[in-house]
């Protein structure tokens, strides 16, 4: 580790600085350098990808920008010249790989497009980031990760509103709901066919087939002996061109179930001492419930309890010999009884006192039978040791400070070792909320905008000590109704919690919110229910195993002569043609028959191909290293780290679509209309041929993937179609590849993917374009905003004919390590 370590000896009840004591070599070997060298193997680069939304239809840009920051210091990883991205379609069967792409990456940045072609299959897709560092880290997990959807509509033809008949249902009490059906421009579907469906989680308990009034309106009656088990009610509507099937949330006082877990600080109970022991409560599909509860001793009653954030809360108590200590939950009512974990007769606790702004206090306390020994102190972030300690047990109590100065942002594990440095207690805490780059919306040039409207705004950027601050941006504002509410994620909440803890943690962007008072008392409860065991930088979780993968980005091949009998000979000195869009060149291969090509000749290949062909012989073929294929092979059972969805919690009343939608004139518009709209869209994107997940197929109007029409029959080879927007094609379909794929008389390999500029109209030096209809549901998207000497940004961009609430996020890095960014919103009328 090049940062210097601060190095403390602890006296009893003293603390002394004492940078001349040093750690003995065992202890240096076995609490810094060796953890460090393999931390720093763990994770070499952690990528973040902010797209410019979450939701997308077909036909759309996918817009994004990847920030390559090193594992353990987060500041910029500048060595990588190439990202490798994969497209997944994710399914109920598994994943499919829709589309593998490469793209160029400058000093720690990479940005750029896909293009969700209009035969795009409606459903959960991911982007996946790799690169050479990623590969040859020791993590089996991916971390450059983001989910995001594609639907025909965000707002479908078919809504539903749900309202129960009371706000909370006991169990085994009959559940009475009313539905109504409508179009999105609030016209009832009358006499439509409802099928109301209950489940107890994946299993189908009850079914009945109802018909709506004429307000569109259907009352869906369980059972009181189907509600015990019940979670949810699922109602499809029949209608003439497509099923429609939603799901909705039963209200319950008491689920069937309860997730409940209960964590001693310092990881585990010692009788005759103080002990604190955080507890969580999720129901069964994972979302917080705000519990309250009674610990017993012996069956009697002697502390109460009640959650104080997000199902998390804690209580502190003295436990005493041979005793029995349960929990019983009184809120919301459940039969089961939880034990605590096990308490030992003798150990040593570790404690944390109380959090000052430059100071954690703590207490090491040990029961009596302990024998006075030697305590090594260790606080680690990201795998590197920032702070020392030792000292002695001569007493029952020592206390110590840990100086939040020396860290970085972000969780500190504290860890006790005894003399043969094996750990004994450890506590995790998070150092420094504030130590980010401050952004601020300074100016916005007016409170609310008209359609077509010109909008400007200035941006303010310090560091944690309020200086003006150079950093990197980028910059997106979408329609609200794009973004998906139910997930947190963003560049905070990914390097700062879901980087380094296992697990889901639930409204993740709550505690990066200064608006929320409380947030460190509750972040520091978060903490003490993962506990060391899901700290992915915890020694006992790094993987002390050197990864030998020597993961190639150049381009690599070897040439053969097959022979008669089928083997391969390699040509040595041979002479492969190198076919580039506007140029060619030969390279010759070595005595193994091996030749290479630079990164640099995916950039010269941009948005087209590379041709390889050997020249020696009319028997030679080509076998290439195709890095996509060593990424699948050593990532398929790698854990997916992106974040699970924030479920919402029960609600009397329901909606199948986004409840903030409105109900306007521009938004209601039927299909065809946007269709209409679309077709003039000009940033749409490249056309792209993926790897046959998505049917090509013709409508009843002979139109080839129509954008009205979302299904119809297969194409046929050589036959004339029109698209919407009128152009006359010739179908081509695509073609089988040859079954021995690795053997080939020539290979084409793709270039980097084609650069675009992100289309944002001038109305002001263009006004004949506002003419035009304008559809645009991202309205800008700037992915290389750097703020001045100042630390200022202004930027400027039109509105479009959306009238609706906009969101904008900015977020970025100085590349030293400080990350930071904000939201804002405003309304188009």
Not at 545 to 551: I, M, Q, T
Request: net charge neutral; glycine share 4%; hydrophobic share 35%.
């Amino acid at each position: 580790m090049n940062l210097k370590i601060a190095f403390t000896f602890l006296l009893s009840w003293s603390c002394f600085f004492s940078h001349a004591q040093l750690l003995s070599e065992a202890a240096n070997d076995s609490l810094v350098k060796i953890p460090e060298y393999f931390a720093s193997q763990q994770l070499k680069e952690n990528i973040y990808i902010h797209t410019d939304k979450d939701i997308y239809e077909p036909g759309e840009n996918l817009w994004f920008k990847a920030y390559l920051l090193n594992g353990n210091t987060l500041k910029l990883s500048t060595e990588t010249q190439l990202i490798f991205v994969e497209l997944i379609h994710l399914t109920e069967d598994g994943s499919n790989i829709v589309t593998t792409e490469k793209y160029e990456a400058i000093n720690g940045f990479a940005n750029g497009h896909l293009f969700l072609e209009r035969g795009f299959e409606t459903g959960a897709y991911q982007i996946r980031i790799h690169t050479k560092k990623t590969m040859e880290s020791t993590s089996e997990k991916l971390l450059a990760v983001k989910e995001f959807k594609v639907v025909e509509s965000v707002i479908p033809t078919i809504l539903m509103d749900v309202d129960f008949s009371k706000k909370n249902y006991n169990r085994n009490e009959a559940i009475s709901a009313e539905i109504t059906v409508f179009s999105r421009s609030r016209v009832p579907y009358k006499n439509t066919v409802v099928i109301a469906y209950a489940f107890a989680g994946s299993k189908r308990i009850y079914r009945n087939r109802l018909r709506t009034n004429d307000e569109g309106v259907v009352i869906v009656n369980l059972p009181a002996e189907k509600s015990k088990k019940a979670t949810t009610i699922k109602l499809l509507v029949k209608d003439k061109r497509k099923d429609i099937i939603n799901t909705f949330e039963i209200p319950f006082t008491s689920m069937s179930e309860l997730q409940f877990g209960l964590y001693p600080e310092g990881g585990s109970l010692v009788e005759n001492l103080p002990n604190t022991v955080a507890f969580k409560a999720l129901d069964p599909s994972g979302r917080p419930v705000a519990v309250k509860g009674i610990l017993y001793e012996n069956g009697k009653k002697i502390q109460p309890f009640t959650a104080t954030h997000n199902g998390m809360g804690k209580f502190a108590f003295v436990p005493k010999n041979n005793q029995n200590y349960t929990v019983k939950i009184t809120q919301p009512t459940l039969d089961s009884i939880f034990e605590l974990p096990k308490i030992l007769p003798e150990g040593i606790k570790l404690q944390v006192d109380r959090h000052t702004k430059k100071y954690v206090h703590f207490s090491i306390t040990r029961t009596k039978n302990i024998l006075d020994q030697q305590l090594y102190i260790r606080a680690q972030h990201r795998g590197l040791v920032y702070w020392m300690a030792t000292t002695s047990l001569s007493k029952e109590r020592v206390r110590f400070k840990l100086p939040l100065e020396k860290f970085p942002q972000g969780i500190v594990e504290v860890t006790l070792f005894n003399e043969q440095f094996q750990p004994v207690a450890e506590r995790l805490v998070y150092a420094n909320l504030d130590q980010k780059l401050h952004v601020t919306l300074k100016e916005i040039s007016k409170s609310f905008y008209q359609q077509k409207d010109k909008v400007t705004m200035k941006f303010e950027v310090k560091d944690q000590n309020k200086n003006p601050a150079i950093a990197n941006f980028s910059l997106s504002v979408h329609d609200h109704l794009y973004a998906d509410k139910n997930n947190d994620y963003a560049m905070l909440p990914h390097y700062y919690l879901f980087s380094e803890l296992k697990g889901h943690v639930y409204d993740a962007g709550y505690y990066f919110n200064p608006k929320n008072n409380n947030r460190e008392e509750h972040l520091d409860v978060l903490l003490l229910t993962q506990g060391w065991r899901n700290y992915v930088w915890n020694s006992k979780q790094l993987n002390y195993v050197e990864n030998s993968l020597d993961f190639t980005t150049n381009i690599k091949g070897k040439i053969y002569k097959k022979l008669k009998n089928g083997a391969l000979q390699n040509i040595p000195l041979a002479t492969v043609n190198v076919s580039y869009p506007s140029y060619t060149e030969n390279v010759t291969t070595n005595m193994q028959a091996e030749f290479s090509l630079p990164i640099s000749s995916y950039k010269n290949a941009q948005g087209s191909n590379l041709v390889f062909i050997p020249f020696e012989d009319k028997n030679a073929v080509i076998r290439f290293t195709d890095p996509f294929e060593n990424i699948e092979e050593i990532t398929g059972n790698y854990e997916c780290a992106f974040p699970k969805y924030d479920l919402a919690l029960q609600t009397k009343k329901q909606s199948s679509y986004n409840p903030e939608f409105s109900f306007t004139e521009t938004n209601f518009l039927e299909e065809v209309n946007l269709g209409s709209f679309r077709d003039r869209n000009k940033d749409e994107g490249n056309v792209v041929m993926y790897n046959d997940i998505i049917p090509d197929y013709v409508c009843r109007f002979n139109i080839l993937n129509c954008t009205n029409h979302p299904n119809g029959t297969p194409p046929v080879d050589g036959k004339t179609y029109r698209y919407n927007d009128g152009t006359i094609v010739t179908y081509v379909g695509k073609k089988e590849e040859p079954k021995d794929e690795k053997d080939k008389l020539f290979v084409k390999i793709k270039g980097f993917y084609p650069e675009k500029e992100f289309y944002s109209p001038q109305y002001d030096k263009n006004p004949d374009e506002a003419l035009f209809p304008d559809n645009r549901k991202t309205l800008f998207w700037a992915p290389n905003l750097i703020s001045d000497e100042n630390g200022i940004i202004t930027v400027s961009f039109f509105t479009s004919d959306m009238q609706t609430t906009f969101l904008g996020t900015i977020e970025g890095t100085n590349g030293n390590g400080l990350l930071g960014g904000t939201s804002f919103q405003f309304d188009v009328n």
